[in-house]
């Protein structure tokens, strides 16, 4: 089943007195780039984090944002002075205000509030803390946000298969059509060249005749097809082969869309027809829509 690299999950929970909500999300890329977003609080969560996003995914350019806070019905929810910087921030007051006293300055009489709101003074009970607990709650919750993310992939990867699907359809039609066009021309131009040869032959004396029809039968495999249309329906049958392989199949199909781009450049170019240009332009547009939905392929 084709994996898409786009895809969306969110999740709440609640254990060891906190609560915290999940967000992650991913859009296509070359390789895996993780970026999270992380309470720097929480010993040891990013790496064991990025240890499991690793084993999970293998693509895509994904975020992980997670937002944790006090379960307010915890008992040890609440703030709590610090006491090493607290003396320190009255201490300061006291020299401002002797400057000022010095200076003849009045300052308005600071109050509790005034004192708490510096920075630092009042923290929440959660700096001292072990946090263990939280960071095994955490990594607990984590398969099942795993689970809605990779399901939203595949649900993703559904819709982007039938729509490659189509479009080799669609190239499997264009090749049958090309060969039959080429079929065509081959009878005709054979033809003519017999035809353009006798006239040459009639016309001019000491024509090396065996070199004559060399230079013939060269402008006649120039303008052949018939290994380009191969190689584009062994493309179209490894592409396919693709679709039904479980995992990263992505950058395999990046390649593969090379070599499509490739055969059909060079069917425009040995066309020679008006018909056959058409069909080979018709394949260059297709091929390259399918490019931009293999891009999004794990």
């Keep these: 089943m084709t994996v898409s690299m786009t895809g969306f999950a969110a999740r709440r929970g609640q254990a060891a007195g906190h609560v915290w909500t999940w967000d992650i999300r991913s859009v ?21 984090l990025r240890a499991e996003l690793q084993k999970a995914l293998s693509r895509g ?22 006491q090493t910087v607290l003396p320190a921030v009255l201490q300061a007051l006291r020299v401002v205000e002797d400057a ?3 200076a003849g300055v009045t300052l308005a009489q600071a109050t509790a509030a005034d004192v708490l709101a510096v920075r630092g003074v009042l923290e929440t009970a959660s700096a001292d803390e072990d946090t263990g607990p939280l960071r ?3 990594l607990a919750d984590l398969p099942d946000l795993l689970a809605d993310f990779a399901a939203m992939r595949g649900a993703e990867g559904a819709a982007l298969q039938a729509v490659i699907a189509a479009q080799l359809d669609r190239i499997a039609t264009l090749v049958s059509e090309a ?5 065509a021309r081959r009878n005709a131009a054979a033809g003519l060249l017999r035809d353009s040869l006798a006239r040459v032959l009639a016309n001019a004396d000491g ?13 006649a495999v120039k303008t052949d097809v018939t290994e380009e249309l191969d190689r584009l329906i062994a493309h179209i049958d490894a592409a396919r082969t693709l679709l039904a392989e479980p995992g990263s199949v992505g ?10 781009m490739r055969e059909a450049n060079t069917l425009c170019s040995k066309a020679q027809s008006l018909a056959l240009t058409r069909i080979g332009l018709d394949l260059k547009t297709v091929i390259d829509q399918m490019r931009e939905q293999v891009q999004n392929v794990e």
Excluded: C, H
């Design 28 to 48: 296509n890329g070359k390789g895996l780039d993780l970026r999270l977003r992380l309470p720097d609080w929480i010993d040891g969560l990013e790496l064991a």
């Design 61 to 82: 350019n994904v975020s992980l944002s997670l937002k944790v806070s006090r379960d307010s019905e915890t008992p040890e929810a609440g703030l709590q002075v610090n």
């Design 100 to 102: 000022a006293m010095a």
């Design 136 to 138: 095994a709650a955490l």
């Design 179 to 183: 060969k039959g066009e080429a079929d």
């Design 207 to 219: 024509v090396d005749e065996g070199r004559l029809a060399q230079e013939l039968a060269l402008i």
């Design 251 to 260: 950058r395999k199909y990046d390649f593969l869309m090379q070599e499509f």
